[in-house]
């Protein structure tokens, strides 16, 4: 066990919707790190947050947002689904950024877009 | 730009044979770390090595062993006498070691231990 919880497990929805991904990190954690693995794309990085302020951005789309609020957890908010966004989302903490403190990953999100 | 690569994409022993999972990977940054992690069928991510650029030294933990070569940009990961418990997918990583210090992840190798 990580420490970092993720919820829910499994999601399934329909295209055009929205979801809304939750993650916590491992206590003391001050980064959270979101992922998506996909078949085609494999493991990306999607955004970082540091205590509370967005650090750095990859590959995410405008249709996808997170926010790291003051207890240091973070949602992701996945809008306007498509079937392409049917993918593992992971979440990561670090107590600091990954190069001196490795990131530990929670159970990851399943989402389904139909 | 950060890449790593896993060219090795299955690999399939039997149990207790010693197998090596490759790692090359690119990066105009002089301080840098790499990881392994393993990804059971269960689906989590788990770690399981930092290592950092300064550091070549070979490092041993029970059974895993990993071999960093900064001459052939390499991150090779060993496991003797295979169980199928190691049975997972296994992804290198790279991250720099500033900046967003975010994970640059190769494809992964799936390793199947037969019984």
């Known amino acids: 066990d990580s420490g970092v919880t993720q919820t829910p497990k499994h999601l399934i929805t329909a295209t055009g919707q929205r979801v809304t991904l939750r993650c916590s990190p491992r206590?003391?954690?001050?980064?959270v790190y979101w992922y998506q693995q996909s078949l085609d794309q494999g493991l990306q990085f999607l955004i970082q947050?540091?205590?509370?302020?967005?650090?750095a951005k990859g590959n995410i789309l405008e249709r996808f947002s997170a926010q790291q609020f003051p207890d240091l957890h973070s949602e992701l908010n996945l809008s306007s689904l498509e079937l392409g966004d049917s993918a593992l989302y992971f979440c990561?903490?670090?107590?600091?950024?990954?190069?001196?403190?490795?990131?530990?990953f929670g159970p990851g999100t399943r989402l389904t877009v139909t | 730009a950060q890449k790593v690569t896993q060219a090795q994409t299955e690999i399939s022993v039997v149990e207790k044979e010693d197998v090596t999972l490759d790692c090359v990977y690119e990066?105009?940054?002089?301080?840098?770390?790499l990881f392994w992690y393993k990804q059971p069928p269960s689906g989590e991510l788990v770690f399981l090595i930092r290592?950092?650029?300064?550091?070549?030294q070979n490092e041993i933990s029970g059974r895993y062993s990993w071999n960093f070569q900064k001459s052939t940009s390499s991150f090779n990961f060993t496991i003797t006498a295979s169980q199928v418990v190691d049975s997972a997918v296994y992804f290198c990583?790279?991250?720099?070691?500033?900046?967003?210090?975010?994970?640059?992840f190769g494809q992964g190798t799936r390793l199947t231990i037969n019984p």
């Open positions: 947050y540091y205590n509370g302020e967005e650090r």
């Open positions: 990561a903490s670090s107590a600091r950024g990954a190069g001196r403190n490795e990131q530990y």
């Open positions: 990066t105009r940054d002089t301080t840098y770390y």
């Open positions: 290592r950092n650029s300064f550091d070549e």
């Open positions: 206590s003391g954690d001050l980064s």
């Open positions: 990583a790279l991250s720099e070691a500033q900046g967003a210090q975010k994970l640059v």
